[in-house]
């Protein structure tokens, strides 16, 4: 008998400590951090296909789109902060509400933002980059295509890489956007391969729909190797991106 109940008790702690580690995993996606993948080029050279990401919610503060199936529990936004300018942020699509985005915050409201010949412009002031060099990359259909980098600094001294196929691709010649307010304006870091608040499909993205900013790589693979292909994870994983800060 005693045994029985022995195991029985076993039994119980047992899903009593699977009930609780999955409370406390639901705790910390909802209020701390939420892992992403990366599944586009938009953010290169920043961010790579096969990054998987670490985002702080609490970064700026909570909406109902911090909430797991973006129940409308929460009006408006409270507790966190602004964003920053250059700011790598998770939000969620203004068009639809559902579709989660990674870009760069370069607009804050009130500003205006345009791109001229291919270089930001913030308030009237030409954003200063600085040429790097040239790289190839395999575009889409795995075309070899050029694209040059540069090292862009924003007015508040925050510094990052961007690409550039040329400064007369679509959305390098923009109109003025008058950034409203509660509202930000978010560009790729892979300007001509982004869709971004310059196009009409994204536009400017209101203070809710921010998740939280981008922190930390945590995982890293190239693609090169399925599932099932152990004996591959080595040489497709990379391993240099681990822990890697985003900036």
């Known amino acids: 008998m005693s045994e029985k109940k022995s195991e029985g008790g076993g039994i119980g702690e047992t899903i009593r400590t699977v009930v609780y580690a ?19 080029g938009s953010m290169l050279p920043t961010l790579l296909v096969g990054d998987y990401l670490f ?38 699509l203004p068009t639809d509400n559902s579709t ?3 870009k760069r915050i370069v607009g804050l409201p009130g500003d205006r933002i345009q791109v001229v010949d291919g270089i930001l412009h913030i308030n009237g002031a030409a954003v200063e980059r600085q040429r790097v060099g040239e790289t190839v990359i395999s575009a889409t259909g795995g075309f070899p295509v050029r694209v040059t980098e540069y090292i862009e600094t924003l007015p508040n001294g925050v510094s990052h890489r961007i690409w550039e196929r040329g400064d007369a691709m679509p959305f390098d010649n923009t109109r ?34 921010l998740i939280g900013r981008a922190e930390i790589v945590f995982f890293s693979h190239d693609g090169s190797a399925r599932f099932w292909e152990i004996w591959n994870w080595p040489t497709s994983i990379r391993f240099s991106r681990i822990f890697d800060r985003i900036e």
């Open 22 to 40: 999955v409370l406390i995993a639901i705790v910390l996606r909802t209020f701390a951090y939420e892992p992403f993948s990366i599944p586009s």
């Open 176 to 209: 003025v956007f008058e950034v409203p307010s509660g509202h930000y304006f978010a560009m790729g870091d892979n300007r001509d391969s982004s869709q971004d608040s310059r196009s009409s499909q994204v536009g400017f993205v209101p203070f809710e729909n």
């Open 100 to 102: 989660d985005y990674i």
């Open 55 to 92: 985002v702080s919610k609490y970064s700026y503060g909570y909406s109902q789109y911090s909430l797991p199936w973006n129940l409308p529990i929460i009006n408006g936004r409270f507790l966190g902060e602004v964003p920053e300018r250059g700011d790598v942020a998770v939000f969620k």
